[in-house]
């Protein structure tokens, strides 16, 4: 209900507008409810993206099918109303506040990079680089035209970034 109602109050009124108060008002329960469950603005973004999120559904055999797959799901849910909004606001806010940018980091980056990174096989660094560049992408686009990323451009966004992850071998 609180997720809910965080996603359609960002969704209608932008992420700096969507204060702790208006999004316990819109789910009806006191400001103090919230705030005895996430301490900040931030905790209950990253809580709010994590269940909007779930599970990544690694798909596909090789690792061209499971980048891709995983491309296309992130694109979708940044598409979804409110996610992306939430995300780039909580993200933004997180350059400024080390304590938000280690809660994103340790609770919503690394369980995704620890699954792609058993997932390809690539090391840490490598598979951090492809989140960057995905999710940079994407909530680029979302700051600047306020849309997520049509269908026809997400899937330049996979033919540019699958190539850059062939170790040479043919293998991606």
């Known amino acids: 209900m609180v997720f809910a109602?965080?996603?359609g109050t960002v969704h209608e009124l932008g992420y700096a507008r969507a204060t702790?108060?208006?999004i316990a008002?819109?789910?009806g329960v006191a400001k103090s409810t919230v705030y005895r469950r996430w301490p900040t603005?931030?905790?209950?973004?990253v809580d709010c993206l994590?269940?909007?999120?779930?599970?990544a559904?690694?798909?596909g055999t090789s690792r061209a099918e499971i980048m891709s797959s995983?491309?296309?799901?992130v694109a979708g849910k940044v598409g979804e109303p409110g996610v992306g909004d939430a995300f780039a606001g909580v993200f933004s806010d997180a350059v400024s506040d080390p304590a938000l940018r280690e809660i994103l980091s340790a609770r919503l980056q690394d369980p995704y990079r620890l699954q792609l990174q058993e997932a390809l096989g690539e090391p840490e660094n490598r598979v951090l680089f492809f989140i960057d560049v995905v999710v940079g992408t994407l909530l680029h686009r979302m700051g600047m035209t306020g849309e997520p990323m049509v269908d026809a451009d997400v899937d330049a966004l996979v033919e540019m970034v699958l190539p850059q992850f062939t170790d040479g071998s043919g293998r991606t």
Do not use: N
């Not at 994590?50 to 599970?55: I, K, M, S, V």
């Not at 995983?70 to 799901?73: E, G, K, N, P």
């Open 5 to 7: 109602a965080t996603l």
């Open 70 to 73: 995983s491309i296309r799901w």
């Open 20 to 22: 702790v108060e208006r």
């Open 57 to 59: 559904p690694l798909e």
């Open 25 to 27: 008002a819109a789910a």
């Open 50 to 55: 994590l269940d909007a999120f779930g599970p």
């Open 41 to 45: 603005k931030g905790a209950l973004i």
